[in-house]
């Protein structure tokens, strides 16, 4: 991923002032007397600009502490952060991904914050109630909502426009026929030869230009699709046991693979990395190259795929088409974990306060990081990307519609690892609904075993 080479905006003296009054915060005296120093570890580069800025605030206004922010790869932040946590140390303030979120909580590495929050004068109605309820657990919250996510396609503009083809803003699928979804897919997949896959002299084993990306990734892709068709990885959160073993979840799966190996309108798992897991952003330089027409994507993605596309085409957002059930987008959101042994705990707190604040967030969103969790404050988001040329107006759409909470009960991270492998072949060649649910039936099985050897 590339490295933002844009600049934050700077949130004014006035403005914080302000808003520490609002949220009933008060900032120590300047003429504190020796430094605490804290750490806060993330694991994404583009971000961790806007937050070294809203820190920054943070600092100015806390004479007395200074944070070291540390940038560690996300493939081995999980692992370094729970070696830590075990030995007793850890940073004082951390990203907190909601797949690790209940294995977390049940190992003790994250501090409640209900008596904080109480004390703060926090006011909770001003987040999305659906991110207040994903980091809560039997009525104890582990964190300030700080952002969120939903899942939509990045569209090449310019493709759609040579092909004289407007993307749907209303358009549905269903796994018997495709419904509208397919047959645009259809018209904007072509191969070799200029011939789109509507026709029958279309070759299949010879495209230019598939017209989207489905990857075998939980967030960015099938999850998606199955809710929409009824089926959901687990019942309910902290649920103790997985529950994809259905046919909805055979056939919507099946049809994700028709899309590859059948239709052959949507980019093969062969080009998507291994098992089709875009490990490595395969997906965004499918994009960029003009490989793929539309990219299933999460909002978190818009500045590298910006920055990667340059000046080659124009990009546009389209909203998901609605299944049989209607239309969902996963939800997520991160917050920041206060670790119950840091040895400043309460100037972590202070921090935790800050970053999950009506001012930090102003800071995130406006410059263009986040969709800020506090829902007053999205329009600055979109706001900056506009002025980009990109509207993300389907992405906050998706979120005031029908969403699914990111699965949340221990085991979970281990158990979508191993879907992800399982569930291999059918993104990397032609299936038949029989091999499918075979498939399936073991990813099942695999899933929760990983589930009750973590406890839920």
């Not at 840091?342 to 800050?354: G, H, I, M, P």
């Amino acid at each position: 991923m590339n490295q933002r080479k844009w600049l934050p905006l700077v949130a004014s003296a006035g403005m914080l002032a302000g808003t520490f009054a609002a949220t009933g915060a008060i900032a120590p005296p300047a003429s504190a007397s020796s430094t605490v120093h804290l750490t806060y570890d993330l694991w994404d580069p583009h971000e961790e600009i806007g937050y070294k800025a809203s820190i920054g605030q943070f600092e100015k206004t806390h004479p007395g502490i200074q944070v070291t922010v540390n940038d560690i790869a996300y493939p081995a932040y999980q692992t370094k952060l729970q070696e830590e946590f075990s030995s007793g140390t850890g940073p004082d303030l951390f990203w907190v991904n909601t797949p690790w979120l209940s294995t977390w909580i049940k190992d003790g590495y994250l501090l409640g914050l209900n008596k904080y929050l109480k004390a703060w004068h926090v006011n909770l109605s001003m987040y999305y109630p659906s991110l207040v309820k994903l980091h809560e657990y039997k009525g104890v919250i582990y964190g300030i909502p700080k952002d969120w996510d939903t899942i939509a396609f990045f569209v090449n503009e310019t493709y759609m426009k040579a092909h004289h083809l407007t993307v749907p803003s209303k358009w549905t699928w269903n796994p018997t026929n495709g419904g509208t979804f397919l047959q645009f897919l259809k018209q904007a997949t072509t191969d070799k030869n200029g011939v789109n896959a509507t026709s029958p002299k279309f070759n299949g084993n010879n495209v230019a230009t598939y017209a989207v990306t489905v990857p075998n990734a939980a967030q960015t892709g099938w999850e998606n699709f199955w809710q929409m068709d009824g089926c959901h990885v687990i019942p309910a959160a902290w649920a103790s046991h997985v529950s994809f073993n259905s046919t909805p979840c055979y056939q919507t799966t099946y049809f994700l693979n028709q899309l590859m190996y059948k239709w052959h309108v949507a980019a093969p798992g062969t080009l998507l990395g291994s098992n089709g897991t875009v490990p490595n952003s395969q997906d965004q330089a499918l994009f960029a190259s003009g490989k793929v027409a539309m990219m299933m994507a999460g909002d978190w993605e818009t500045t590298p795929v910006a920055e990667i596309v340059g000046k080659k085409f124009k990009i546009g957002v389209v909203p998901l088409p609605a299944g049989p059930k209607g239309r969902w987008s996963v939800f997520n959101g991160l917050i920041d974990g206060v670790n119950p042994h840091s040895k400043n705990l309460k100037q972590a707190l202070e921090l935790e306060r800050w970053l999950g604040s009506p001012a930090s967030q102003k800071i995130m969103g406006a410059g263009g990081y986040i969709w800020p969790a506090v829902k007053s404050l999205d329009p600055l988001f979109a706001q900056y990307w506009a002025k980009k040329g990109i509207n993300m107006a389907p992405f906050l759409e998706e979120a005031h519609g029908n969403v699914v909470n990111w699965p949340n009960t221990p085991g979970m991270n281990q158990a979508l690892t191993d879907m992800g492998t399982t569930m291999g072949p059918i993104w990397l060649g032609s299936e038949s609904l029989s091999s499918v649910t075979s498939v399936l039936q073991r990813s099942y099985a695999l899933a929760n075993h990983d589930l009750q050897a973590a406890g839920a």
